[in-house]
């Protein structure tokens, strides 16, 4: 089975720049989440996905960042202007169904805003 | 609001030595509980994950319990070796989504 995909794997901008990042689940995952990993830190969720439809996105800087899934499949993460403090790594997650099943993680994408 | 919390933050122990890392929960009320290990650069790669109606699963080395009464899970890790040297997470799910802990940082000396 192949797993999370995510892409690009390294990203440096300067802020105020803009970014985004892909990110493909296993194939028949219809919840798909993004969250944020700040060094030291355990990740945060920025939104979650059920399908098409965002099922939270409280966590979101909804000023900056902006995420879709188009057909319920491959989704887009979006930062801009990015600022400093958006430097962190990027991690897209799918699972079966929300909560209740195993998530299953891709690499991540690591932004470096200069 | 669901807090996580994981303690030690960080550990250092010998080859050969078995170890506990613990990671505590305010809710009760969860899915489920999964433990993850995250290698430096690298996402998260699950471990084990266990329904809130189970009490510990097991692969081998590793054993994970679970008490929902107290709010704790245990990760059990038998005879370390330097290759287990990473981060583990735990997190747990409970209202659609999952809640992370800050993680441990373990160090197995050769």
């Known amino acids: 089975e192949a797993g999370v995909a995510q892409s690009p794997r390294y990203k440096i901008i300067e802020k105020r720049q803009s970014v985004a990042f892909w990110c493909n689940p296993i194939?028949?995952?219809?919840?798909l989440y993004w969250y944020q990993q700040i060094l030291g830190q355990g990740p945060k969720l920025l939104i979650q996905f059920q399908n098409n439809g965002v099922v939270d996105d409280s966590q979101l800087p909804k000023d900056r960042f902006s995420a879709e899934r188009l057909k319920g499949v491959d989704s887009t993460l979006k930062i801009q202007p990015a600022k400093l403090e958006d430097s962190a790594v990027y991690l897209c997650a799918s699972s079966l169904s929300d909560g209740a099943s195993p998530l299953h993680f891709g690499n991540g994408t690591r932004l470096t805003v200069t | 609001k669901q807090e996580v919390t994981q303690i030690p933050a960080a550990l250092s122990v010998p080859e050969g030595e078995n170890l506990v890392l613990n990671c505590s929960f305010t809710?009760?009320?969860?899915?489920?509980l999964q433990w993850f290990r995250q290698d430096p650069g690298k996402g998260l790669t699950s471990l084990l994950l266990i329904q809130s109606s189970q009490r510990e699963q097991t692969s081998g080395r590793l054993n994970a319990s679970l008490d929902k009464s107290s709010g704790r899970s245990t990760l059990y890790i038998a005879a370390s070796q330097p290759g287990d040297s990473a981060t583990y997470l735990c997190a747990v799910s409970g209202t659609y989504k999952y809640i992370f802990g800050t993680g441990t940082r373990l160090k197995v000396l050769a």
């Open positions: 194939s028949g995952h219809a919840t």
């Open positions: 809710d009760s009320a969860i899915y489920n």
